[in-house]
């Protein structure tokens, strides 16, 4: 049905959120006007699960939630964690389609996914389903929008920051600046994750 509400997914292990994912939601909600982004937290990030220990999903939901707070628009999503079982986008995108009749669904990722898209779960159909938005992220590449998708590529300039790089000075004690909202700080701190002191 045209005309349904236009939505955005930004799926993601979120270990944890930060800045670059909420200007990364925020900037494609506005350059597409949709009417909401809701932040996916994976429950178990079945590609990522196979290379190391991945956060409590519960912690990391906790995370996004109060990093969304301050953000109209950005929305938190917990889905794929009450679904259970290994997180496959395209279980999300079928769900949220029957749930918001006539909706449009845009699927926000980086350029450093693009690459691997074509090894996630039934992929066709997936294609089917959704707009892909890609969005630049320093240190890789500039996507071309991938062929064989409806894609658009929105231009934004995020920080240039990674969970991996967070965790990595979280646990080295070092400082993270502004690259970690202080409400998320305050939940690292009381949850004990990523070694720091409670
Ligand atoms: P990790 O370092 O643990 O792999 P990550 O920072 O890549 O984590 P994810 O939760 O895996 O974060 O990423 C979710 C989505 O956010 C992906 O589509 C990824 O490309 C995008 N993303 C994360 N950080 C940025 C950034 N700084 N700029 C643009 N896109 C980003």
């Known amino acids: 049905m045209p005309g349904g509400t236009r939505l955005g997914l930004f799926g993601g292990t979120f270990d944890p959120v930060h800045r670059g994912h909420l200007e990364v939601a925020q900037a494609v909600r506005r350059a597409l006007a949709l009417e909401r982004v809701l932040l996916v937290v994976a429950n178990e990030p079945w590609q990522k699960v196979a290379r190391g220990p991945v956060t409590p999903a519960e912690d990391r939901f906790a995370m996004v939630e109060v990093a969304t707070a301050g953000w109209p628009g950005l929305v938190p999503c917990r889905r794929e964690i009450d679904r259970g079982g290994p997180s496959y986008t395209v279980d ?42 890609v969005v630049d992220r320093p240190g890789s590449p500039l996507a071309p929008a991938p062929s064989g998708w409806r894609a658009v590529v929105v231009p934004v300039a995020p920080p240039d920051v990674s969970s991996t790089e967070v965790r990595a000075r979280l646990e080295a004690g070092e400082p993270v600046g502004d690259l970690v909202p202080e409400p998320v700080m305050r939940c690292i701190r009381a949850r004990g994750l990523y070694a720091t002191e409670r």
């Open 92 to 133: 999300t995108v079928e769900e949220v389609l029957a749930e918001e009749h006539g909706c449009e669904v845009t699927l926000v990722v980086g350029a450093d996914v693009v690459p691997e898209l074509s090894t996630w779960h039934d992929e066709p159909r997936l294609r089917e389903l959704v707009t892909l938005a």
